[in-house]
């Protein structure tokens, strides 16, 4: 039976001389004190995960103002010396909770500056548009994001959660490649496979992460007879290589050749480290292919 390529533990970052690693680690959730938060962030680092991803609105708790996740991490970095350049650090910007987007240059100077204030570096090695501005011309972003980089703000660009022919407009203004894009794909959210999107990242190099690899917890607690039909299909896989579940939707999805990187999102040191565990199985396409008619509900054509 034909066997599907594991990824390598590291890889370089869309066409960077970034090298990251091929899990993430995502800092939507993170909260609460400077030690527990150091203890997770070693945690990922201990199991070879050297790529974070956080958020200016991480943190946001509905009412007050936002930056709390980015304001811990800078906590932690100021009294841990070197542990910033350990790390390859993604974050984003362009969204004023709850709305509206804005991706004008005003804006967006001032909240990738906010960032590095919060986070206490004076650089991101990666820097995400969080979501797209139907009111700002690519033609400004461009620039604005040309600007950052110029001044070694930002070391490399992408976006998230953008539209084939918004990323693609983008790029067609900038002498510089995108690096990444950012959609949710996991075995319970197909739709990057489907619009092709995955088909965009692999043309133009375009790392891909992954955001709610786990359906936001969903595949290790399946409530439905979907969710329960993808997780009995990711356990054919798992029981047989003596791995988690959770293990078996982050390997499902990097396997892809597009070779999306899963943002674990979890926020418990031994769940960070089990997810280690993906680079233990060998897909078949049959096993993959299980798993993507689960999720569909129907056989393919
Ligand atoms: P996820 O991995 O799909 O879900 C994580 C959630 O599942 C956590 O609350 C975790 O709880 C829970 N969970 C329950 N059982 C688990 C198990 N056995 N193993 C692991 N987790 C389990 O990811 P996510 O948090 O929704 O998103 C991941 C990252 O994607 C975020 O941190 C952020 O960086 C990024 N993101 C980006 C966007 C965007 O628009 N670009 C949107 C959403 C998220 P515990 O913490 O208790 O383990």
Not at 130 to 141: A, G, K, M, S, V
Not at 279 to 296: F, G, H, N
Request: proline share 7%; net charge negative.
């Amino acid at each position: 039976m034909s066997e599907l390529a594991p990824p390598q533990p590291m890889r370089p970052l869309g066409s960077s001389d970034i090298t990251v690693s091929s899990l993430a680690w995502g800092m939507w959730r993170f909260e609460g004190t400077a030690d527990d938060g150091h203890a997770l962030i070693n945690a990922a680092l201990e199991s070879g995960i050297n790529f974070f991803d956080t958020a200016d609105i991480y943190g946001f708790n509905g009412t007050d103002g936002f930056g709390d996740a980015e304001s811990l991490l800078g906590t932690i970095f100021a009294s841990n010396p070197g542990l910033r350049e350990k790390i390859v650090l993604s974050s984003k910007g362009g969204i004023m909770p709850p709305l509206p987007y804005d991706s004008s240059d005003a804006y967006l100077t001032s909240a990738i500056d906010a960032s590095l204030a919060r986070l206490k570096t004076d650089y991101l090695d990666l820097w995400l548009i969080h979501r797209p501005d139907i009111l700002t011309h690519p033609q400004e972003i461009a620039a604005t994001l040309q600007k950052a980089m110029d001044a070694g703000k930002i070391r490399a660009a992408g976006v998230s959660n953008f539209t084939n022919a918004q990323t693609l407009a983008l790029q067609s203004f900038l002498d510089v490649p995108l690096v990444s894009t950012q959609p949710e794909f996991s075995p319970l959210c197909l739709t990057p496979i489907e619009n092709g999107e995955f088909d965009l990242a692999m043309q133009h190099n375009l790392t891909i992460m992954a955001w709610s690899p786990l359906g936001g917890g969903r595949i290790a607690n399946p409530a439905s007879a979907r969710e329960t039909a993808v997780a009995n299909a990711l356990d054919n896989v798992a029981e047989r290589f003596s791995v988690s579940r959770t293990a078996a939707a982050y390997s499902w999805a990097m396997v892809h050749p597009a070779r999306p990187i899963p943002i674990i999102g979890s926020q418990n040191a031994d769940r960070i480290r089990e997810a280690a565990q993906a680079y233990e199985i060998t897909w078949t396409r049959q096993a993959w292919y299980d798993v993507l008619v689960a999720s569909r509900g129907e056989k393919l054509p």
